[in-house]
């Protein structure tokens, strides 16, 4: 299959790779970074997939810097979520019958769609939670977890595109799973970043905050005004992980969470990613924060984390 990967960051050049074992793989980049990508990537990736090795490899993206019309049987798109409204408009250019896979995070994407969901069939919403990691320059490094990408269940008319989308994912040594409702999923999900950011930097490093189990508690406290936020926009959250398990007492769940810092793969995931995407997770935090505001719905904790990220952006 010919497969277009808009966007050449972390996830789309890993991705990328993945597929390019069994496909022709472009990658989409903007005319004025074409020099840059157009420089070998070295990719280390610490594999956790039953029978896989870590490898290295380096990785020479076959660029474009424009969408063909009737070219791909395929599109990635993996950029960060404020890109979206800029990416929308080129998509249209590859037809109605290409599966087009949005695989982004995002607090309101059905808003950033026009106020739904995209109902055209061959829009298609995903997340690559299978993969973590970050990127300094041209090296990049990634761990690739047993499963974790995710696909929405779709409608009826969007078996097609969902059933071809999850063949080219699989054949990359993805595991993919179904998820309903998957904007709201993908809210419930960018609260997990978002709410994260600040405790971070408050801390100074991420193996201080991950041994503070009192900051963990206050994100426990932010993450549940978050969960507020989304019921009075209307997303039911029960049964849309991790929303559950903040229904627990807060000390259980601070040291459940706790645990899971420490672990040495979330350590790399979550440092990878904060290193190329902090401006996007205060972004998500700046926007759960203006729709509490605009819904009515008290966020005191919320409302600290974004003073103290300012706070310490102003330099006071």
Known sequence: MRVLVVGAGTMGITHGWLLSQHHDVSWLVRGDRADFYGEPFELRVHDLRPGRRDTTATVSLKLVTSIAPDLYDAVLVMVPGGSLPDVLPLLDGVGTRVPVVLMLNHWNLAGALGGSSDPRSNRLL????????GRQGHRISVTVFPRGTVLEAGTANKKAALDKAEALLASGGLTIRRQRRMPDWLAVHSMQQALTAAPLIEAGSYRAFAADR??????????????DVCRARGIRTWRLWPAPLFTFPKPLVARLLQGMFQQAETEAMVVGHMGHGLDEWIEGLESIRADAQRLGVPAPEIDRQWAAIRSRRSGA
Do not use: D, H, N, Y
């Not at 995903?126 to 990691?133: L, N, Y």
């Open 214 to 227: 009192e900051a963990i508690a206050r994100m426990v406290v932010a993450f549940r005004e978050g969960l």
């Open 126 to 133: 995903g997340f690559p939670s299978q993969v973590g990691g």
